[in-house]
């Protein structure tokens, strides 16, 4: 999946679990603007490995400022483990 792929589904999952609009998860803004606190750091790390095999920590998740950052983060994470 190219970056604008994952981008793209990166954002879809985002919105979906915090029950937001697609709309409001452009690229740049925070997460924890968006509201990802701890068990929704948890819910779409699952939702980021059951929908599409990535290996994403809550970690991740808490160290990524913006969608686009973990999207970053989940394409570097994925180059490595081929």
């Known amino acids: ?3 604008e792929a994952r981008l793209a589904a990166i954002r879809v999952d985002v919105a979906e679990v915090l029950a937001i609009e697609l ?3 452009h690229d740049e803004v925070s997460l ?3 509201g990802v606190d701890s068990l ?3 819910e779409i790390a699952a939702r980021l ?3 599409h095999g990535l290996t994403v920590t809550s970690s ?3 160290e990524a400022r913006t969608i686009k950052d973990l999207a ?3 394409m570097a994470a994925d180059r ?3």
């Open 40 to 42: 929704a750091a948890l």
């Open 49 to 51: 490995r059951d929908l």
């Open 23 to 25: 709309d409001r998860t």
């Open 1 to 3: 999946m190219d970056f």
């Open 32 to 34: 924890f603007e968006l």
């Open 72 to 74: 970053d983060r989940v």
């Open 80 to 82: 490595g483990r081929r």
């Open 60 to 62: 991740t998740l808490f």
